[in-house]
Structures are given as structure tokens and as C-alpha cells.
């Protein structure tokens, strides 16, 4: 059964106001900070709308599902913030179990689809008038509040899209007990990790997890990056070289290794490996 069907339908959003609500989430989203992995908010352009009670617009938000305990109630918390400041808007939070981006992905292709979603953006989204440009709502002190590359990655043909939600610092984390019963520092290069790994590899035991990919997911940009190399530079090409290669192959040797960790419960995001001393 669909929102609408549930909530019933309202006509009164209108392209203004949901930009009114996005102007108050980019100021308040300004302070980002630097890492690796990245989500976005972007603006839908959906015209049939739910409606909650007692509001005269209503905004649909949605989130994909959220692990760490407190962040669904932090967020409906936030949305009833909101209409508390603006008692004529409300904001219906949709919480997304399972597979958001083929939810997501459906929705988009419907008139109600949601308002404010999260998702990297893309240009078939453009294309087909799935999103809105958000550029007036970015002046010269908000946009100071952004690194430039925050703001690339979610702009097409010139304009902006969507507005940096946050960037995840990838971490390694290890026991130091473990490491220095086996004679070892942390690791400070590739090729420490490497011995590390092979080291603290034993019977029921793995050295190190990097997903269950083998890290073809989680160090897929990392490599590279550490290595000073990056993918793209003026829309040409530029990964192909020996350093670049020299860190992949430093990754393929991990996987013939045995030291990795592979077919874990769950995977890099969470820390059961660890805590289960399934990995070192």
C-alpha cells in the first residue's frame, strides 16, 4: 500500500515550498567534515502529495534504514522541530527497511515520489527531471561553508543538485594487545598491514577484515588515494598508472594471502568481526 493511499492526497506542495524547506537544511547542514565516503539530500520534483493532519503542506522525507540505535527517533525528532518552527509545514519522515535504492529508484518514477531523499546523484536523475537545481540557494557565504569538491559531486551542467549530508572517515581498527603479543606497531604503511595480517592470522581466527568483497568495496577509491592517484582529472582518465597499480595488486595479494577475513555474519559497516575475535 502506497503513502498516498494511506495519508491521502494533497496538491498544495508547490516547487517554492519545498525549497524554502531545503534553504533551512542547507544552512543547517553547512559544517561538513573531511573523509571518504559520502551521502547527499537532493530535491525531488514529486507532485502527489500525502498529507498530514492539521498542516497545510506536507513534505516527504526519505531515509534508508539507519543501524545505529537513537537515529530514526533523532530524525523524526528533527522533522517535528521543523514544524514546530513552521506550524503550516509538515514533514512525513519515511523510514526505508531493505533495499532503498531499488524503493527509491521505483518511487522516482512515480508522481509521488518522494520530496528530499537521500542518494548520489546522477545524470539520468537530471535528465529526467527528477531533481531540482538548488544554485540560489547556495550564495557566496553558504558556499564558503562547503569544500569545492562537496559541491562537484553533486552538480551537473553547472548547476547544483544536492547538498553534502555528511563524509565518513574510514578507519582500521585493531586490537593492541593482539598485535603486540605478535611483536607488532600499528601499522603505518601497506606493506606493514600486509605482514601484520599474515601474522596475526591463526586457527579460528582471521588477521584482518576489509569486507566481505575482500575490500573490492570498501578500498575500492582508498587505494588509489592513499597512493597519490586519483580516477579522474579534466574528465580524462588518470588511474592507470604504476602506483595505482602497485596499491590494487597490494590488495589482490591480501586475498591470496589468507589473511583475510571473508564470509563474516556482517559486513565491513559493522563491528561484529571484531568483536567476535573472528578478526584481528
Not at 546523484?121 to 535528465?127: A, E, K, Q, R
Amino acid at each position: 500500500m502506497s503513502i498516498k493511499s494511506l495519508l491521502g492526497e494533497n496538491d498544495n506542495v508547490t516547487r517554492m515550498t519545498r525549497r524554502g524547506f531545503f534553504r533551512t537544511a542547507v544552512i543547517a547542514m553547512g559544517a561538513v567534515s573531511v573523509g571518504t565516503l559520502s551521502a547527499e539530500l537532493l530535491v525531488g520534483c514529486a507532485r502527489a502529495r500525502p498529507h498530514i493532519p492539521g498542516t497545510e503542506v506536507t513534505l516527504v522525507q526519505w531515509y534508508h534504514q539507519y543501524g545505529e540505535k537513537g537515529t530514526e527517533a533523532a530524525v523524526l525528532r528533527y522533522a517535528q522541530q521543523y514544524t514546530k518552527a513552521h506550524p503550516k509545514i509538515g514533514v512525513l519522515v519515511v523510514w526505508v527497511p531493505g533495499d532503498y535504492q531499488t524503493k527509491l529508484n521505483t518511487a522516482l518514477l512515480t508522481a509521488g515520489g518522494p520530496d528530499v531523499f537521500e542518494k548520489q546523484l546522477s545524470l539520468p536523475m537530471v535528465s529526467a527531471g527528477q531533481v531540482e537545481p538548488l544554485d540560489d540557494l547556495f550564495p557566496p557565504e553558504v558556499r564558503a561553508d562547503f569544500l569545492e569538491g562537496d559541491l562537484e559531486v553533486n552538480s551537473a551542467g553547472g548547476k547544483i543538485y544536492g547538498v553534502k549530508m555528511l563524509n565518513d572517515t574510514g578507519l582500521v581498527y585493531y586490537r593492541k594487545s593482539w598485535l603486540e603479543k605478535a611483536g607488532f606497531q600499528a601499522p603505518k604503511t601497506l606493506a606493514e598491514l600486509q605482514e601484520a595480517a599474515k601474522a596475526l592470522t591463526i586457527k579460528g581466527r582471521k588477521g584482518l577484515f576489509l569486507g566481505n568483497d575482500g575490500g573490492a568495496s570498501a578500498l575500492a577509491n582508498i587505494l588509489p588515494w592513499s597512493a597519490k592517484e586519483d580516477f579522474l582529472v579534466d574528465n580524462q582518465l588518470v588511474f592507470n598508472t604504476p602506483r595505482a597499480a602497485h596499491s590494487l595488486e597490494a590488495l589482490r595479494q591480501l586475498n591470496t594471502s589468507g589473511s583475510l577475513l571473508i564470509g563474516s555474519p556482517t559486513d565491513w559497516w559493522d563491528p561484529s568481526a571484531l568483536t567476535q575475535g573472528l578478526c584481528a
